[in-house]
DNA sequence: CAAGTTACCTGACGGC
DNA sequence: TGCCGTCAGGTAACTT
């Protein structure tokens, strides 16, 4: 479900609803999320805390309260959050519940428990880009993201350009499918080494990236709207991918049939007509 | 240091 | 119907 445009498209949904409301109470199913949930660290922290902003880093929804304590929330592969009236009956994979003060819920449901909850105190939430996000690149909307950025950390990068741009260390937030779908429009192959992409690859690569990335949070902004008690579909679904799950089927371009390889464990699909290896 | 593999978890789906 | 293998949008720990 969550890949970058998912989290910014909850981000956005999300943040009319908590900008300054109160927390006033913390459920937990007690089950670990990829780290424990730090459910008690929570409950002396937040419980009757306001809300001050929400926001993304990468794919991680950030929300800080007044006093800068810092909620961290990544949704790994099956999370999804939403608001729902108190009363609205548990759902099985409930792992975290906020309770606000205006009668709603947030819950986060995460069925294969890789996502997260962090916690972290003014402090290292001042220094989060040097301390939590350590080591984490740049937003692909950074103007950091420049083709000297990308041909400086591939210098020595044999690995595909797949993965290489699914590397957080590299560039945050790109996960499987828009790594297919930008290398497809950029006529890419995904297995070709990163080191090999010269200047002029990145300078088409980097905007259409960027291109693909808006239109699928706009193509889920259209949901926002009725954010409250949204099953999770955030838009998703309505994105027609033009390589991503297509193995066999018709380049939308030429026509040629497109492949489905593995690349360091993850399915790449490539136009083997559009994405030139050289 | 770079790159590949494994582990973490549950559920859906297809084949038999 | 049910059993079994395979696969899934992420990340990080581990090995080579």
């Known amino acids: 479900m969550p890949e970058l445009p998912e989290v910014e498209v909850i981000c956005r949904g999300l943040r009319p609803h908590l900008t300054s409301r109160l927390i006033t109470a913390i459920r937990c199913s007690g089950k670990p999320l990829r780290y424990p949930v730090p459910h008690s660290a929570m409950n002396e922290m937040l419980c009757g805390r306001t809300i001050r902003a929400v926001t993304r880093r990468a794919k ?52 294969r428990r890789f996502g997260g909850v962090w916690l972290l105190t003014p402090e290292q939430a001042a220094s989060r880009e040097t301390g939590f996000f350590g080591g984490t690149g740049p937003e692909p909307f950074d103007s950091l993201c420049t083709p000297a950025h990308f041909m400086t950390l ?3 990068r044999q690995q595909p350009v ?11 937030g790109i996960g499987n499918i828009y790594a297919n779908e930008a290398l497809l429009a950029a006529g890419i192959h995904p297995a070709r080494q990163a080191c090999a992409l010269q200047e ?17 949070i706009a193509c889920g902004g259209s949901t926002i709207s009725d954010f409250i008690n949204a099953n999770g579909e955030s838009g998703y679904f309505q994105m027609n991918f033009k390589v991503y799950g297509r ?30 290896k050289e």
């Open 162 to 172: 797949k993965t290489f741009l699914m590397d957080s260390k590299v560039v945050a």
């Open 247 to 276: 193995k066999g089927q018709p380049c939308r371009q030429c026509g040629a049939l497109i492949e489905k390889i593995q690349l360091n464990g993850r399915a790449s699909y490539f136009c083997p007509h559009c994405q030139k």
């Open 60 to 111: 991680y929804l950030l929300i800080a309260m007044e006093d800068e304590t810092l909620i961290i929330i990544h949704l790994g592969m099956t999370g999804n959050l939403g608001l729902f009236p108190r009363a609205t009956p548990v759902k099985v994979h409930d792992h975290v519940r906020w309770q606000l003060d205006n009668g709603l819920e947030l819950r986060l449901n995460d069925t």
């Open 154 to 156: 591939a210098q020595r």
């Open 200 to 216: 002029h690859d990145w300078q088409l690569l980097i905007p259409l990236i960027r291109q693909i990335l808006t239109q699928a």
